[in-house]
T-cell receptor
Framework: GENVEQHPSTLSVQEGDSAVIKCTYSDSASNYFPWYKQELGKRPQLIIDIRSNVGEKKDQRIAVTLNKTAKHFSLHITETQPEDSAVYFCAAVSSGSARQLTFGSGTQLTVLP | ETGVTQTPRHLVMGMTNKKSLKCEQHLGHNAMYWYKQSAKKPLELMFVYSLEERVENNSVPSRFSPECPNSSHLFLHLHTLQPEDSALYLC?????????????FGSGTRLTVV
């Protein structure tokens, strides 16, 4: 099955700086990689995703990069704001018969004003 | 509101109680999921239903019993739970078993077993 490792577990940045969260996956057949943001006491929400046929995707201040050879993908947040503070989860889904999302352990991002 | 509603939001139960968690989605999705979220651990997949049929049971103890009467509703029946079962239980749905558009999560039920 798929195994997803996520680092770091906690990350503190100054407002306006960039934040980078990295994930690795084990199943080379994985082809879909979403990122979720979970604010305190709220549900996880999909913020960006990438498919294995592209290497990078951007949406305003958020970008995700994918390196299929190295089996890792990263979330980049630029010009961070206090409202970016949350737990971020990466996930991967394999192309096998059990096509469910396997999640990383999460990164607590704190943006300091 | 994202279209996936979970009730109750909070639940405190004794180890001998029987209770049920409810999930309802109004998105026309065909697949529904139960996840357990414990502190500092990855989201743990518990059960997967597609078109009301269970397609995945990740070695979950029998004290957790899912039920999917139709494609819009999913229940998790709880009985004789242990304190380590205290966690946030999240329901999610997706268009089908090919989650190429991700999952939509409910707000979760915060369960405390005393």
């Amino acid at each position: 099955g798929e195994n997803v490792e996520q680092h770091p577990s906690t990350l503190s940045v100054q407002e306006g700086d960039s934040a980078v969260i990295k994930c690795t996956y084990s199943d080379s057949a994985s082809n879909y990689f979403p990122w979720y943001k979970q604010e305190l006491g709220k549900r996880p929400q999909l913020i960006i995703d990438i498919r294995s046929n592209v290497g990078e995707k951007k949406d305003q201040r958020i970008a995700v990069t994918l390196n299929k050879t190295a089996k890792h993908f990263s979330l980049h947040i630029t010009e961070t704001q206090p409202e970016d503070s949350a737990v971020y989860f990466c996930a991967a889904v394999s192309s096998g018969s059990a096509r469910q999302l396997t999640f990383g352990s999460g990164t607590q991002l704190t943006v300091l004003p | 509101e994202t279209g996936v509603t979970q009730t109750p939001r909070h639940l405190v139960m004794g180890m001998t109680n029987k209770k049920s968690l409810k999930c309802e989605q109004h998105l026309g999705h065909n697949a529904m999921y139960w996840y357990k979220q414990s502190a500092k651990k990855p989201l743990e997949l518990m059960f997967v239903y597609s078109l009301e049929e269970r397609v995945e049971n990740n070695s979950v103890p029998s004290r957790f019993s899912p039920e999917c009467p139709n494609s819009s509703h999913l229940f998790l029946h709880l009985h004789t739970l242990q304190p380590e079962d205290s966690a946030l239980y999240l329901c999610a749905s997706s268009q089908d078993l090919t989650p190429n558009y991700g999952y939509t999560f409910g707000s979760g039920t915060r369960l405390t077993v005393v």
